[in-house]
Antibody, heavy 120, light 110 residues
Framework: EEQLVESGGGLVQPGGSLRLSCSASGFTFSTYAMHWVRQAPGKGLEYVST????????YYAESVKGTFTISRDNSKKTLYLQMSSLRAEDTAVYYC?????????????WGQGTLVTVSS | QSVLTQPPSVSAAPGQRVTISCSGSSSNIGNNYVCWYQQLPGTAPKLLIY???KRPSGIPDRFSGSKSGTSATLGITGLQTGDEAEYYC???????????FGGGTKLTVL
């Protein structure tokens, strides 16, 4: 059974940094693109970032370009999101998402999410 | 402001049919496949439709998707109270080189 477990969320001050992790199991992690999608409280889904299966290609939403970095360690079956220069607008539940086997930009399986709160 | 445009809400009675529209442009829906996601209250989203029309295993055939030009539509027949959820369309935007979502549509089954 596929499973994605996010961790690393919490309260951080504006301007601070945080690293999210997503531990994967139940599928061959190294063969799938992976994504981060966030959802601010009471708001809709917002795309954040994508990494290809081997980590060689990465994509970012304009809103996080230059401040967030996606990476993966296929030997540890873990996806990461390094977030810096955090602002209140980055407050959201961050979901780790596995791509579909048919196409890398289909968001197939979602973790339960980890809440990041940016506040002083 | 979302790149893809959805109605904020739709409603219908149990057993009826409802459609949810999703409008975009040539850089997203017009040249890429569309997916639909269902988010039940308090849960993570779930893939409902991929590649415009296909259903993942376990998704009942009451759910259907279609695409024409720069718009896509999700259809739900035989509405049940358990279908009450937020529905999102999503695709890739080739100009932005980023994923994009609609703002979400809240379905109420009266």
């Amino acid at each position: 059974e596929e499973q994605l477990v996010e961790s690393g969320g919490g309260l951080v001050q504006p301007g601070g940094s945080l690293r999210l992790s997503c531990s994967a199991s139940g599928f061959t992690f190294s063969t799938y693109a992976m994504h981060w999608v966030r959802q601010a409280p009471g708001k809709g889904l917002e795309y954040v970032s994508t990494t290809s299966a081997n980590g060689g290609a990465t994509y970012y939403a304009e809103s996080v370009k230059g401040t967030f970095t996606i990476s993966r360690d296929n030997s540890k079956k873990t996806l990461y999101l390094q977030m810096s220069s955090l602002r209140a607008e980055d407050t959201a539940v961050y979901y780790c998402v596995k791509a579909h086997h048919s196409n890398w930009y289909y968001f197939d399986y979602w973790g339960q999410g980890t809440l990041v709160t940016v506040s002083s | 402001q979302s790149v893809l445009t959805q109605p904020p809400s739709v409603s219908a009675a149990p057993g009826q049919r409802v459609t949810i529209s999703c409008s975009g442009s040539s850089s997203n829906i017009g040249n890429n496949y569309v997916c639909w996601y269902q988010q039940l209250p308090g849960t993570a989203p779930k893939l409902l439709i991929y590649e415009n029309t296909k259903r993942p295993s376990g998704i009942p055939d009451r759910f259907s998707g279609s695409k024409s030009g720069t718009s896509a539509t999700l259809g739900i027949t035989g509405l049940q109270t358990g279908d009450e959820a937020e529905y999102y369309c999503g695709t890739w935007d080739s100009s932005l080189s980023a994923g994009v979502f609609g703002g979400g549509t809240k379905l109420t089954v009266l």
